[in-house]
């Protein structure tokens, strides 16, 4: 097929206002568009059958296509990618859409984090969708660490940070753990810090624990040494990502099809696969982008959109990104200044705090 942008640019007038009142009408209420509620709604007077004839011509090119051999059109992943490409109306931001974002970051009180969960609720309670917010990665040295057991296979390491900030995370322990051992290794890891970053502590752990290995009881080096992943920059992303409202997207599907691709979407997230990439995503160029169906790497499988945008700290480095994830028929035209204001939002507010 040759380059979206010069299809769009060849179709006439009345090929081109067929194709964007059946999607228009796709994403508004999800049903098929036929021929002969089309004819009600055109600038001009045509018949059904000129319209079906327009339709075939669509299809044809890989824009439409019909579920049912009765039924009428809906936007192929193509046309909605040209659609959004080439014919998207953004709107404004709605007056109280951002009366409801702004009440988030309010007087600006609160730790990061506080603020950035209370950002994704109300974001996903704009767009009923759920949304997609990935913190800044902490950089503050760490002033002190604990290992708390909370059964044989659960554990939480607390990181406290110089600046005030604390983070929880839970982990699986090695087996055979004890009280002791966790002192123990507590006290190994405090005996590093000295001011240190997350980033910086891991690779100060990995070499002395191969320096002092014979200091450190095996139990209490296994576990540090099972901890390290929490400290890694992977695992310090897995706990980044805050998900909201997924039950939006159960709300707004029906079939037996669409609700396996929502448990699909919902293993996904709650694995956080891929999470590494979410940033990347965003990372050739500022502004929001949009992923249809396949093309969004993420959550592939599920047939979902994602609408993203990074947002930057005061030295305009992209620190994290907002988004929004649901069906493929999403309202993008009140959806993509939503995702564009809430990560500007998120941007002012991280550059205010340094």
């Known amino acids: 097929m040759t380059d979206q942008g010069n299809v769009l640019a060849e179709l006439n007038d009345r090929s081109r206002e067929v194709f964007r009142r059946v999607v228009e009408s796709y994403l508004s209420n999800g049903d098929p568009v036929g021929s002969r509620s089309l004819t009600r709604e055109m600038s001009e007077k045509v018949s059904a059958a000129t319209i079906r004839n327009v339709m075939q011509d669509l299809e044809f090119m890989g824009l439409l296509d019909s579920p049912h051999v009765s039924a009428g059109r809906v936007p192929t992943q193509i046309g909605l990618r040209m659609f959004v490409d080439g014919l998207l109306e953004v709107r404004d931001l709605d007056k109280d859409d951002r009366q409801m974002l702004d009440q988030t970051v309010g007087s600006n009180s609160g730790d990061v984090s506080g603020i950035l969960n209370r950002v994704s609720t109300a974001l996903s ?12 990665k902490h950089e503050a040295p760490i002033k002190h660490v604990e290992f708390v057991s909370l059964g044989s296979d659960r554990a939480l390491v607390v990181l406290v940070f110089a600046d005030g900030h604390v983070e929880n995370r839970l982990f699986t322990p090695p087996a055979g753990q004890t009280p002791s051992s966790m002192r123990e290794a507590a006290n190994f890891v405090n005996a ?37 992943g929490l ?27 669409d609700l396996e691709r929502i448990r699909n979407l919902f293993d996904d997230l709650e694995r956080k696969r891929d999470i590494a ?42 620190v994290g990104a907002v988004g929004v994830i649901g069906p493929t028929r999403l309202n993008y035209g009140r959806i993509v200044p939503i995702v564009d204001y809430t990560a500007q939002l998120v941007g002012r507010m991280i550059s205010d705090r340094g």
């Open 231 to 257: 400290w890694d920059s992977d695992g310090d992303r897995h706990e980044r990502l805050i998900v909201r409202g997924r039950s939006n997207l159960l709300q707004s599907e029906g079939g037996e099809e």
């Open 125 to 136: 309670g704009v767009t009923q969708g759920a949304s997609l917010v990935l913190a800044p």
């Open 277 to 318: 990439d979410f940033l990347d995503l965003t990372e050739s160029g500022e502004g929001v982008r949009i992923f249809i169906g396949s093309e969004n790497k993420l959550f592939s499988l599920s047939g979902s959109s994602l609408v993203v945008s990074p947002y930057m700290n005061a030295d305009r480095k992209i």
């Open 192 to 228: 590093l810090v000295e001011g240190k970053t997350l980033s910086e502590l891991s690779e100060t752990i990995r070499q002395q624990i191969d320096i002092r290995r014979q200091e450190i009881d095996v139990l209490a080096r296994d576990l540090v040494e099972s901890g390290l």
